[in-house]
C-alpha cells in the first residue's frame, strides 16, 4: 500500500489526540477516540470514509472511549488489549498479535507503565513499519504519568513504562511516533506545539528515554508528577463496563426558571459557562462559574461531582457545553436555564455579585492564588498563598480568613475558585483582573519566584 494516510484529531482542551488511518476501499481506522465523536465524523465524511475499526491503547483515565459508539452506530470492529478485560465485544489482542486491515496490519505491544494493560499498537505495511501508536506510553519529550491506576502501583507501573520506552526506543529511526496525549494533557505531557515525532527524534531528544538507568528514569519521571482531576480515576472503569451509549443529535433541554429554582432545592447545581467578566456582574447564587474555553471539560469534571444533577446557564453553544461534559462522563446535565440569566431576574429571583477588582486592590486582603504548583513557583505575587483551584472544591473547602482576593494567569480560573468560596460562605471575595505579570506591571513590583 503507499501514500499511507494518518490523519490526527486533536482535542486541545484534553491535550489528546485520536488519529484516523484511511486503509483503502473507503474503510477508516480510528485510534484512542473520544465519545465525542463530532470532528472523526467531519473528517471521516469529507473524505467518504467508514469506521471499519477502531483501537483502543489503553483504558484512558481521562476521557471516555468512542469506541463503543462507532461499534453500536457504524459496525466498528473494537480491538483493545486482553489484559484490559473489556466488557463488551471487542478483539482482544496480546504481545506481538496481528490484525489484518485489509492490506496494512496492526502489531499489538505490550507497554505497560501508563496503565497496567496499556498496549502500543505498530502499523505495519509489508514488512516495514510506518509508525507506532503509542498511546501513553512514549510520548513528545516524554512519557506519560504513572500514578493514576493505584497509589501503590504508581512506582512498580513508572518501572515498568522504562522498559516499554526502551523497548519502542529500539525500533528504527524514521518510524512515526503517533501518541495519544500531547501538551495540555495532565498525563504529564510537557508543553510544546509538536503533537507527532519519530523515535529517532526521541531518542536524541527526550531525556526521560535518555535516562541513563532505571532508577533515574523512575526518579525523573515520578518527581515530574502533579495532581490531575479526580475523574481520571473513574473514568478507566467505565471505559472498561463501556460509557453508556448517547444520542449524537442530544441537545440541551430549556428549563423555566421555576423548575431551576426546583431543581436547586433538591439539589441540583448551577455551572454558568458564561464569560467572567457576565458572571462577575451577576449570577445565580451558588452557581459556579467554568467558562466555556477548550479546558472546560477538565474543569468541569474536577469541580463538580458527576453524579449530581446540573443546570447550565449560558450564552454560548449548547452543543459544545453537552459534549464537553460527555467527554469525562458527566451525563448528568438535565438543561439550561431557558432564556438565561435574563429571564431569571425577569422572574424576580434574586442575583450574585463577585467583583472584579485591579492590582492596586490587593493591599490589605488574603491573596489566593489557584494556579497549578508549578505555575506559582515560576513567578507570584509576594505573600499569595498558593491554593490550587481543584483543592478548593467540595467538600475539602477552607475558607481563607477576611477579605480575599482569588487570582491565577488570567481570571477563569480564578473566578472559578472564587465562586467556590462563596458557594461555601465567603462573603468578602474578589477576583484579580489579570495574573501576576500584569500585577507587576501596573504597581512596580517584582514577582517572587519559586514556593
Sequence with gaps: MTDLNVVPLVDEGLGNSAYLVELGDGRALAVDVSRDLRTLRQVAATRELRVAYAADTHLHADF?????????????????SAAGDRQYPHLAVADEDEVDLGGLRLRALSTPGHTHEHVAFELLDGPTTEGVFTGGSLIVGSAARTDLVAPERTEELARAQYRSLQRLAGMDDDVSVWPTHGAGSFCSAPPGSQRTSTIGTERATNALLRAEDEDTFVRALLDSLGTFPPYFLRLGETNRQGPPLVGEDDRLAALPTAQVQQLLTEGALVVDVRPVADFAAAHVPGSVSIPLRPVFATWLGWLTEHDRPLVIVRDEDPGEVLWQARKIGHDLIVGELDGGLGAWTTAGSATAAIPLVDPGALSGR???????????????????????????????VDLPAGPTVVMCGHGERAMGGASLLARAGASDVTVLQGGPQDWAEATGGSVEVGA
Design 64 to 80: 471516555l472511549t468512542g469506541a463503543v459508539q462507532l461499534s453500536r452506530t457504524d459496525g466498528a470492529q473494537i480491538i483493545g
Design 366 to 396: 488574603t491573596v489566593v492564588d489557584v494556579r497549578q504548583r508549578q505555575e506559582f513557583q515560576t513567578g507570584h505575587v509576594p505573600g499569595a498563598a498558593n491554593i490550587e483551584l481543584g483543592s478548593l472544591a467540595p467538600p475539602a
